[in-house]
């Protein structure tokens, strides 16, 4: 088999919605870290968001660095600590929350915690109460409430700036945030499943998944094309359309499978398998 890193989006792709990885896919991974593959994670999820989700896999010591917070930060999954980190210039950070505050949103800032310490900066809006109850209600994290972004200015710079949004309004936002800040944040809408929302998230120019798991790849010596990379989302694209083997889950929209190489057909066990099979490896 050719192929040497795969990297594995969580919501959609490797858990559903009730937060268990299927057992098929537990047996498929461990097959495929005995065939040689090293297993990366790559999620918009934190560290401590994701690590629920990453000791189900039980992998073999030593393990992979996960891609999180889209590929802002990428952290050893046992011990936390920080390898990369790519952060929003604070003038941006700024101009971000402020927008996301005059649209009538609270923007949480996520940042570094194995730097300082705290994991999110909340900068109030008329739907902090909201905010509270559908996100930070479900996490063990520890949180900095302002008025202003420019308060916390004794932290680091953010890693990712995000609104809570309902269904109804969260493209709309989307856009305008898009169009605002085009060429100088990258800005996604995408639905948080293990949250039931959507939220809209901003990152530093440059900030992908992409980017962090080539740095990951590159400390193995293991070029682009010996790469699969398996997502189900917009923030997938960059890596599913730069490494040698691209994989969208069955039900990813339309621009996600167009993005890929592959469109998994029934599970992602089966496609595990197939993979370690030598399945793909004259895929042209």
Request: overall charge negative; some cysteine.
């Amino acid at each position: 088999m050719k192929y040497g890193l795969l990297a594995i989006d969580v919501d959609g792709t490797l858990v559903p919605p009730d937060q268990k990885v299927p057992a098929e896919t537990v047996d498929a991974l461990a097959d495929a870290q005995a065939a040689g593959v090293r297993i990366v994670l790559a999620t918009g999820r934190s560290r401590a968001e994701t690590m629920p989700v990453w000791r189900q896999l039980r992998l073999r010591p030593p393990v992979e660095p996960m891609v999180t917070i889209g590929g802002a930060l990428v952290a050893e999954p046992v011990t936390g600590r920080t390898l990369y980190r790519k952060p929003i210039p604070r003038d941006l950070a700024q101009e971000y929350a402020d927008a996301l505050c005059e649209a009538g949103h609270s923007a949480a800032a996520i940042l570094d915690v194995w730097q300082c310490g705290v994991d999110y900066v909340l900068v109030e809006s008329a739907d902090a109460g909201q905010v509270q109850r559908m996100w930070f209600d479900k996490m063990d994290v520890k949180v900095r409430r302002v008025e202003r972004l420019d308060e916390a200015g004794d932290l680091p710079a953010p890693l990712r700036i995000n609104a809570v949004v309902g269904a109804e309004g969260a493209e709309a936002l989307g856009s305008r945030m898009r169009r605002r800040f085009d060429g100088r944040l990258n800005v996604h809408c995408i639905l948080a499943p293990n949250y039931g929302v959507h939220v809209v998230e901003a990152f530093a120019p440059g900030a992908s998944k992409w980017t962090a798991l080539r740095y990951v790849a590159q400390a193995y010596r293991i070029g682009p094309g010996r790469i699969v990379a398996v997502g189900d989302d917009v923030n997938d694209l960059p890596m599913l359309t730069s490494v040698g083997l691209g994989v969208a889950m069955q039900g990813s929209p339309p621009a996600v499978k167009a993005g890929a190489r592959h469109v998994v057909e029934s599970s992602l066990a089966d496609f595990v398998h197939q993979l370690i099979e030598g399945r793909f490896d004259e895929l042209k």
